[in-house]
């Protein structure tokens, strides 16, 4: 059986060393590293993710801000806003929740923010940056993964990997990440030819596809380390429950190591968002950048 990886367990105890390292600043430089969240309407699960992230963030110390903005709001308005922040010298990030409405740009707007204040890592920027392995901030779930993946293996460089799915937020950065620690990276997706052969070559899976229980445990090369960044709400035995991207069951009797849904990927991606913000912080004010994995 694999071993699980446990992803809440590790963002608990990389809240606790941000919120030590927040004490230091307070006390020593009189800094307080501050986070501000714009969500647009009342979308139930972006109310809930917003309300989490507001939370951790006065958790760990920091100085909190969330903006809530009505479903009709104008991109004008929504730009003015993010303008304002980005002129506030108390905010060190910004983060816009997606998805935004209809009437909004998204690629608009995430650009409109200080790309030294993007703490989720979408500008263009900082994509090209991190392309580019120039110093950048990385969007927040695929550096959870590259965090709970050296944690795991120590050492990276070598190994086989495959990113199951290339969207802007997962996909993509989580290429550059690990291309960046000497793996030999495979971009697949639902549309690639012969995927359970491709999966199956591979000591690293990521899962990022949005498709419940699609790559099968069978699938899965024996020993691999598997990442699985899905989180899909569905109905089983008559009973709702949440599933990632990988059928669990499964994978676990086959791979050495596996994130479980919930429970994985998930808590870390506040983390690293808090992380972020704290990194941001310290750059703004010619401070050493500290190093927490």
């Known amino acids: 059986m694999a071993q699980l990886i446990n992803g809440k367990e590790f963002a608990d105890k990389l809240c606790i060393k941000l919120a030590e390292h927040v004490t230091k600043l307070k006390k ?37 801000v969330t903006k809530i903005l009505d479903e009709k709001t104008s991109q004008e308005d929504l730009l003015n806003l993010v303008d304002e922040l980005n002129k506030d010298v108390s905010i060190n990030g910004i983060l816009v929740q997606l998805p935004l409405p209809d009437q909004i740009n998204k690629d608009s707007v995430i650009n409109a923010i200080d790309p030294d204040k993007d703490v989720d890592g979408f500008h263009a920027i900082n994509t090209g940056r991190l392309w580019s392995s120039i110093d950048s901030l990385v969007p927040c779930t695929p550096l959870g993964c590259k965090m709970l993946l050296l944690n795991q293996l120590k050492k990276l460089a070598g190994k086989k990997a495959i990113i199951v799915g290339r ?114 912080t310290c750059k703004k004010n010619k401070l050493e950048i500290p190093k927490f994995f």
């Not at 495979?186 to 999966?199: C, M, N, P, Y």
């Open 167 to 280: 969207s802007n937020i997962v996909g993509k950065p989580m290429a550059a990440l690990l291309i960046g620690e000497s793996c030999t990276v495979t971009i697949a997706h639902s549309k690639t030819k012969d995927l359970q052969d491709e999966v199956k070559k591979n000591d690293i899976v990521v899962a990022a596809v949005g498709v419940p229980e699609m790559i099968k445990g069978s699938w899965i090369k024996p020993g691999a380390t598997v990442i699985d960044v899905g989180i899909n709400r569905i109905e089983k035995d008559g009973k709702k429950k949440l599933v990632g991207d990988v059928e669990f069951s499964e994978a676990e009797k086959i791979a050495g190591a596996i994130t479980p849904v919930p429970g994985g990927v998930g808590p870390m991606t506040i983390a690293c968002l808090l992380h972020n913000t704290l990194i941001v």
């Open 28 to 64: 020593e430089k009189n800094i307080v590293p501050g986070l501000a969240v714009i969500r647009i309407g009342g979308d139930p699960a972006s109310t809930v993710y917003v309300n989490m992230k507001a939370k951790k963030t006065a958790e760990v110390g920091m100085h909190s």
